[in-house]
């Protein structure tokens, strides 16, 4: 397996696979690992380079044992992407990697970062429910947190795969690394608003596409196809699952998702909900 030596001698370690340019980035979220791509790794290679890395102090890679932050981890991306040899890249983030994804195109700039992807995110403003439990996860009661967000993304789900990869991949961390994730994430919604806003400060703005299953409201969809009206560079699609992972529950339709966005050209894809 490659690996990387980043900041403090952490070896970052990630999957090469196919071949390719652009070359796709898959990052995973807070508190999970590469795993969350299993199923989209061997659909996406066959049509170009993916490389998917396990964060810092996550699966494989090292680095946890001491207290780091977003920046710390942007700077293992970068480790990887340089390592890497690619020139172009599209990060397909999980969640809240969506954070890094934005960093990465700061960093690299518009060439090297022409198009983002990004995978069941909280792209408008946070809600205070939402707050309060990230507020939560860097308190003592961490554990009762943590165990209510994963009920909650567990309900309804008859998957016993993804029930597993919840359990035993997302619930195998501990209290630095849910803490940690909390105050990571509170603070990139204080500083940036939404990821929405953050999109529309870019000139130009990355082609993105926002492929989501959940949550249901009619108005979260109806005010990203508002801003793509807006913006017409964003795309959202919401997708016929159930849970917060579709990687995993439909992988066949987020691979299609994905290699639409990065082989596409500059016109506007359409935006809306995927009929079940």
Do not use: N
């Not at 397996?1 to 370690?13: F, K, L, Q, Y």
């Not at 996406?44 to 680095?63: I, N």
């Not at 040899?85 to 960093?107: D, K, N």
């Not at 806003?197 to 196809?225: C, I, K, N």
Request: proline fraction near 7%.
């Amino acid at each position: 397996m490659p690996e990387v030596h980043s900041r403090g001698g952490a070896r970052i370690r990630f999957d090469d696979m196919g071949r390719g340019e652009p070359a796709l980035l898959f990052i995973p979220g807070w508190c999970t690992t590469r795993a969350t791509f299993q199923k989209l790794l061997p659909r996406c290679s066959a049509f170009r380079r993916v490389l998917s890395v396990d964060l810092r102090g996550h699966g494989e890679s090292e680095g946890g044992d001491t207290d780091f932050d977003s920046t710390t981890v942007l700077e293992d991306l970068l480790a990887v992407v340089e390592a890497s040899g690619a020139r172009h890249i599209v990060p397909v983030a999980m969640s809240h990697a969506g954070w890094w994804a934005l960093e990465l195109r700061r960093a690299l700039g518009p060439v090297r970062v022409p198009r983002m992807v990004m995978l069941d995110w909280i792209a408008t403003e946070p809600t205070p429910s939402f707050l309060h439990a990230v507020r939560g996860l860097q308190t003592e009661r961490w554990g009762e947190v943590r165990d209510g967000l994963l009920q909650t993304w567990l309900e309804g789900l008859d998957d016993a795969a993804i029930r597993r990869f919840v359990r035993d991949d997302m619930g195998a961390f501990g209290e630095a690394m849910w803490a940690r994730a909390g105050r990571e994430i509170e603070a990139a919604y204080a500083r940036e608003g939404s990821p929405l806003r953050a999109l529309a400060a870019f000139d130009p703005m990355p082609l993105t596409m926002h492929l989501y299953a959940r949550p249901e409201s009619h108005d979260y969809l109806a005010a990203q196809v508002d801003f793509g009206v807006e913006h017409p560079g964003f795309h959202v699609l919401k997708l016929p699952a159930t849970s917060h992972f579709p990687a995993l529950e439909v992988p066949d339709m987020v691979a299609a998702g994905i290699e639409a966005l990065v082989s596409a050209r500059e016109v506007p894809i359409h935006a809306g909900a995927v009929p079940a």
